[in-house]
């Protein structure tokens, strides 16, 4: 099943901090997070596995909780360059790659 | 070094026609996967490989959808009597695929092709 992503869109300035959430009904092996600027293919951004670890990337890191079954990626002092749409994917077991990605966070910077 | 490729970029055909659609992955990559993405949508999960093995071929809407992989490597997904519900940018990814291996699991993602059926 599809992870549901929390929002669906949100605009910045510069400089803003923002956070997207993403659910899942099924329990979790890992969380995958992507971005894809318009036009352009998705781009990795990290991958956490279970146990609550937090992972950080530039300014952006995530936090994954096993037993809510969910994650967040939290963007702070936000960048022009941040804007995309912000995709979470999922795994239910170590030894399948398989992900299910939900349907995106599309984040907008402003001047 | 090469990432993910695929051709053709852009393919404009007629509903009824059949469509073959390419993917070379990163070399040495054992995992492929296939995803549809229509127009302002998320990634729709379509096959995935291992080697030249489909362990999952769960997403494919019809069966008119097939893939196939060859020496572990390139992969071609067939579209057979196209249909306009099927116009949509069609990515492949290529991963380690080594389980258990967080590092593994990253996916390369090509730069799509995107299929427009009249």
Known sequence: QQ??????????????????NCSSSKALYSVHWYRQKHGEA???????LKGGEQKGHEKISASFNEKKQQSSLYLTASQLSYSGTYFCGTGNSGGYQKVTFGTGTKLQVIP | GAGVSQSPSNKVTEKGKDVELRCDPISGHTALYWYRQSLGQGLEFLIYFQGNS?????????????AERTGGSVSTLTIQRTQQEDSAVYLC???HGLAGLVWGNEQFFGPGTRLTVL
């Open chain 2, 54 to 66: 489909a362990p999952d071929k769960s997403g494919l809407p019809s069966d008119r959808f097939s």
């Open chain 1, 3 to 20: 992870p549901v992503q929390s929002p669906q869109a949100v605009i910045l300035r510069e400089g803003e901090d923002a956070v997207i």
């Open chain 1, 42 to 48: 998705p781009v990795f951004l990290m991958i956490l």
């Open chain 2, 93 to 95: 990814a290529s991963s």
